[in-house]
């Protein structure tokens, strides 16, 4: 039986990447998009639901399927009001796992950051790691989150800081080995591919993943 994919965040690198390899892949018959904006030129298997994502209970009657990929995030840079970055990266995760628990979704996967941790000092990370709890809290059958490094791809937006810091990664990058490789930068082709392989997996896998591990699951058929 075929299946049906919903995607938050699909207007961003990694989530625009996934909805590629959904269109293309038989096993999904429709994929819903939750965002801000229309994306133009889908085919009829993509539906599109246009609103306010930080009101995405507004939603509850068309959030249904059978997997979910979270791939929404922002920046200091981008989002300097502490509030409202905690409303887009810890509120529209959590809203999402919450809708997908209601409505009977057993697969969610959201993408979180290395360095996630609830008693982080750090507001970023203290910010990811309570999203990750409050998503765990959820006891949705299927969670998978993961946590990648500084992610490399093309995107539309200029990030001047977070291209030095690619390119620097880059140059010292062959040092990270061991422990280490989790440092490593990650493409976001490698995140999209292995979010797919993780929701169509049968096996047992971790809940939280690094980017190491996010890696080798990309590699996986």
């Known amino acids: ?44 298997k993509v539906k599109q639901f246009i609103g306010d994502l930080l009101e995405l209970e507004q939603f509850k009657n068309d959030f249904t399927g059978d997997e979910v990929y979270c791939c929404i995030g922002t920046t200091a840079k981008k989002t300097p009001d502490k509030s409202l970055y905690r409303d887009i990266d810890y509120g529209i995760p959590v809203a999402a796992a919450k809708l997908a628990n209601a409505n009977g979704i057993s697969t969610f996967l959201v993408i979180s ?22 998503v765990l809290n959820q006891a949705i059958p299927k969670t998978s989150i993961l946590r990648p490094s500084l992610i490399g791809g093309e995107r539309n937006e200029q990030r001047l800081l977070e291209k030095i810091g690619l390119v620097v990664l880059k140059v010292i990058q062959p040092l990270f080995i061991g422990p280490l490789k989790k440092y490593r930068i990650i493409n976001a082709d490698s995140i999209a591919q292995a979010m797919l392989n993780l929701a169509n997996t049968t096996s047992n896998t971790d809940v ?3 980017s190491n591990d996010i890696e080798q699951l990309a590699k996986t058929t």
Not at 117 to 128: A, M, Q
């Open 1 to 44: 039986m075929k299946k049906t994919a919903i995607i938050l965040g699909a207007s961003g690198l990694t989530g625009g990447l996934l909805l590629k390899k959904l269109i293309v892949d038989d096993r999904y018959e429709s994929i819903k998009l939750f965002s801000r904006s229309s994306i133009k030129g889908l085919p009829n």
């Open 113 to 134: 950051a290395m360095g996630a941790n609830k008693k982080s000092s750090v507001f970023y990370n203290r910010t990811k790691g309570e999203m990750e709890q409050e």
């Open 208 to 210: 939280i993943i690094t």
